[in-house]
């Protein structure tokens, strides 16, 4: 299939306007288009946020959307550069993949796993959007959402995957006081059966929740006769030192 011309014309604008801020008379002049579509493609590009007008003045510069995409780019990499090397420290220790995820939306999107050294491992979820509310790292954005929030999460009727996800309001709102009490939150056999996670928040400098760690296994070992507890204190622990490294 063949270029789409109005989005090279649009990529060229935006790469001069990143080097310095320009009118449309000198941005016209440098991409080489007349002044009329540059003034149109300008205009659909600041109602977009990926430009905004310089004031006062008539020059134009990158806009926040932009600036934004670009800072959570950054910002997941840098997250993940940080939890890499404790999510190769519970796949050691726990003999399990650990993971982590950050929100998206009303999903959740994992960015990154270790893998244990084990014959019979869960799938690899890196790339994977999941609802919210039927896996550990989900619930533990959600115990974070404001009121507001989680009321309409709650509200859009959220879908049982298995006969174990959890959909009752009360017993979901019960959740989430108990995940923002002990900072951990264990699922089993809700997303898909035989298999269970925990998971525990991620924050950053003002508490707010950025991402989450997870370690996930089959259900039938993980956590089997362990100690709940103790597994989860080690995911806990892992998520307060990248917690203190993004610091």
């Known amino acids: 299939m063949g270029r789409v011309q109005s989005i090279d014309r649009a990529f060229a604008i935006l790469d001069v306007i990143s080097a310095s801020d320009l009118g449309i008379t000198e941005l016209a002049e440098r991409v080489a288009m007349p002044k009329s579509t540059v003034a149109r493609l300008v205009k659909t590009l600041v109602e977009l946020g990926a430009v905004e007008r310089v004031s006062p003045g008539s020059t134009y510069r990158i806009g926040p959307r932009l600036s934004g995409l670009a800072a959570g780019r950054s910002r997941a990499a840098e997250l993940v550069a940080r939890a890499r090397p ?7 220790g726990l003999g399990e993949d650990a993971g982590l995820a950050v929100p998206d ?18 799938r690899d979820w890196t790339g ?30 959220p879908e049982s995957y298995t006969r ?25 056999d809700e997303f898909v059966e035989g ?22 296994g089959p259900s039938y070992r993980f956590p089997g006769s362990a100690d ?3 597994i989860a204190a080690r995911v806990t622990d892992a998520a307060e030192r990248v917690s203190i490294a993004l610091q």
């Open 86 to 92: 404790h999510l190769k420290m519970l796949a050691d």
């Open 195 to 216: 298999m269970s996670s925990v998971a525990s928040p991620v924050y950053d400098h003002q508490m707010r929740v950025l991402g989450a760690i997870h370690v996930h």
């Open 164 to 188: 174990y996800t959890v959909t009752d309001p009360r017993l979901i709102r019960q959740r989430m006081k108990s995940i923002r009490t002990q900072r951990h939150v264990w699922v089993v």
């Open 228 to 230: 709940r507890d103790a």
């Open 105 to 122: 939306g009303n999903r959740v999107h994992y960015i990154a796993q270790e893998d244990a050294q084990n014959n019979i491992v869960v």
């Open 128 to 157: 994977t959007l999941l609802p919210m509310h039927v896996v550990s790292s989900g619930l533990v954005f959600l115990a974070h959402w404001p009121p507001e929030q989680l009321d309409s999460y709650i509200a859009s009727n």
